[in-house]
């Protein structure tokens, strides 16, 4: 267990829709990325935040977006969903704002849109 | 630009028998570079990392990985295989702007 938890595990919905995929890192990390794996991109990075501020950002669609709030959960919402946005998507963590490589994974949210 | 390459999108070996996943790498500087593991239904977990220290590099679960400049190879290895190895391995590269750059990942599937 990597002490990173996502909400929700599984999520099916339309086409057009809005969704919001939530993320609490390890007790004690400041920084949150988030990650999408899909069997033809592979694993890409998104986004990351610290202490509640944009930190990186990487191949996020203007339809998506992402906040960290003060008691450093992150959510990640993603809109006006497309057949593509069908993916994993990870959460991870870690103690320092410089991303040294060292993440600790949440088990992912599986989004399926049909 | 960083980049990984890893060369077999799928490996297959017997319970017992040693492990071979190979991963080369694209860098004009001296990389950190990273191996992770990811089981069936389970986020990604750290397996080892090389960071411009020693060019053999001892993992958990008895992996370990050797940095080669000359060959630009990063290949991760294990000598003898047990069936809780069965899963997805992903070489990855640090880059410049702090960000981490993952192979397509190599599946590894273990024979009884």
């Known amino acids: 267990d990597s002490g990173v938890t996502q909400t929700p595990k599984h999520l099916i919905t339309a086409t057009g829709q809005r969704v919001t995929l939530r993320c609490s890192p390890r007790s004690g990390d400041l920084s949150v990325y988030w990650y999408q794996q899909s069997l033809d991109q592979g694993l890409q990075f998104l986004i990351q935040y610290y202490n509640g501020e944009e930190r990186a950002k990487g191949n996020i669609l203007e339809r998506f977006s992402a906040q960290q709030f003060p008691d450093l959960h992150s959510e990640l919402n993603l809109s006006s969903l497309e057949l593509g946005d069908s993916a994993l998507y990870f959460c991870a963590s870690s103690v320092e704002s410089l991303n040294t490589g060292e993440l600790f994974f949440g088990e992912g949210s599986r989004l399926t849109v049909l | 630009a960083q980049s990984v390459t890893q060369l077999d999108s799928h490996v297959s070996v017997s319970e017992g028998t040693p492990v071979l996943l190979r991963c080369n790498y694209s860098?004009?500087?001296?990389?950190?570079l990273f191996w992770y593991v990811q089981h069936p239904n389970k986020g990604l977990q750290l397996l080892l990392k090389?960071?411009?220290?020693?060019?053999l590099v001892k993992g958990i679960n008895g992996f370990e990985a050797e940095f080669k400049k000359s060959e630009t190879s990063f290949h991760l290895t294990k000598p003898s295989a047990h069936m809780s190895d069965a899963a997805e391995y992903f070489c990855?590269?640090?880059?410049?702007?702090?960000?981490?750059?993952f192979g397509q990942g190599t599946e590894l599937s273990v024979k009884p």
């Open positions: 090389y960071t411009s220290a020693a060019t």
């Open positions: 860098s004009s500087y001296s990389p950190s």
């Open positions: 990855v590269v640090y880059n410049q702007g702090g960000k981490l750059i």
